[in-house]
């Protein structure tokens, strides 16, 4: 690509974006946007570059993009990773209340929730010293314990699959890991080097760390943050900022905390596993009254991993009207990402109109997943639903 390289940084497309926004509806024109996760770093620069040309913005899985802009991108994951395993304890636990008809994880003598991580856990372990031999995958191969973790942390992301991920999980543990090795055959949440292309662009100039300064970091945050951190290493490439030859034509370093013409409305998971409610509460306390953070009490990554209603209703009044939740808003109404035996998903009584609602918000989900990981959408079926 050569010279273009030097505009794939966050600060030109923030400005690509005011320019379309320019183009398509005037000077001046307001901008309007639905941002998650990168997007949330969009965002951020979008509303700070142009304050006056706020219109509605919601940021979902919320960046910390003081933190991206000013902090080595090695050191990125310590905070990231800072609610992964609280993650994982819903996953383990909602899977535990399913019981083994609702999540075959589940021995019959199973007694607490940690007996099912245990035997995950035991399975990953197991496969250090002998790798799973997958024949029948897609690309046959050997399912190794790096990238059993590796399915697990991206299982983590996205709660609506964690009842089909079980199964897959179920089926390696006696032996067929088909299902886990077709499906990290086919991921591609970042090809060649597209994403050191804007994150190296928008990280500060730091003094290049050694091989032992970047090993003694991951170290360290396997040990007191999350041993999900070395599997981040292959999803959230970012470590080798040190070796990108081009700087960018231009970098926003902020402040990050201008008065908008509008309020924008963020929007934070409890237990997001790779963009904590930490960084909702940081980007809030810097935008002050310019802006207002929902909370939903759901893991996941981003507000679209499980449905809540009570979250897209607040969303569709601010888009519609720019009507702000009530301050400390919570949204409870998430649903269950394993079936309950015999109960409907939801207890609520809900009418035609959020019935449809739900099943949109489930499209949207899946489709956004299938699309950030470059999926094959005529797979759609391998990847979400147990027959």
Not at 45 to 64: A, K, Q, S, W
Not at 109 to 118: A, E, L, M, Q, T
Not at 226 to 233: E, I, K, Q, R
Request: charged share 20%.
């Amino acid at each position: 690509m050569g010279d273009e390289l030097k505009y794939m940084g966050t600060t030109t497309v923030a400005r690509d974006v005011a320019f379309m926004a320019e183009t398509l509806d005037g000077d001046d024109a307001l901008i309007n946007l639905y941002g998650g996760s990168y997007g949330t770093v969009l965002g951020q620069y979008i509303v700070n570059m142009f304050p006056d040309r706020v219109g509605r913005i919601v940021l979902d899985g919320v960046v910390d993009t003081v933190r991206w802009t000013s902090t080595p991108p090695y050191k990125w994951v310590r905070q990231w990773l800072s609610s992964t395993d609280d993650t994982y304890t819903h996953f383990v636990s909602e899977c535990f209340n399913a019981g083994p008809q609702g999540c075959p994880l589940v021995g019959e003598s199973d007694k607490i929730p940690s007996n099912v991580k245990d035997r995950i856990e035991a399975f990953i372990n197991g496969l250090y010293r002998r790798p799973l031999a997958v024949p029948l995958a897609n690309r046959p191969g050997l399912l190794t314990a790096g990238r059993a973790r590796n399915y697990l942390i991206i299982t983590l992301l996205k709660p609506f699959g964690w009842h089909d991920a079980s199964h897959a999980i179920n089926e390696a543990i006696h032996g067929n890991g088909t299902r886990i090795l077709n499906f990290l055959n086919d991921w591609k949440l970042y090809n060649d080097l597209e994403r050191p292309a804007v994150s190296c662009s928008d990280a500060p100039p730091f003094i290049p760390p050694s091989a032992e300064d970047v090993v003694n970091e991951y170290l360290d945050v396997y040990h007191n943050v999350s041993n999900f951190v070395f599997s981040v290493l292959t999803t959230e490439p970012d470590s080798g900022c040190q070796f990108w030859p081009v700087k960018p034509i231009e970098r926003f370093v902020g402040p990050w905390n201008h008065t908008l013409r509008n309020p924008i409305l963020l929007v934070s998971n409890t237990a997001d596993p790779v963009t904590p409610i930490t960084s909702g509460h940081s980007v809030v306390d810097l935008l002050g009254n310019s802006s207002r953070l929902l909370v939903v009490d759901s893991p996941g990554h981003c507000s679209l991993s499980l449905e809540s209603l009570c979250m897209v209703h607040h969303v569709q009044a601010y888009f519609a009207n720019g009507t702000l939740p009530e301050e400390n808003a919570v949204c409870n109404d998430a649903l269950k990402p394993f079936p309950a035996i015999g109960k409907p998903l939801s207890s609520q009584e809900l009418s035609d109109e959020d019935r449809a609602l739900l099943s949109q918000l489930r499209g949207l989900g899946e489709q956004w997943e299938i699309a950030r990981a470059g999926l094959d959408h005529r797979k759609y079926d391998d990847y979400f639903w147990w027959d």
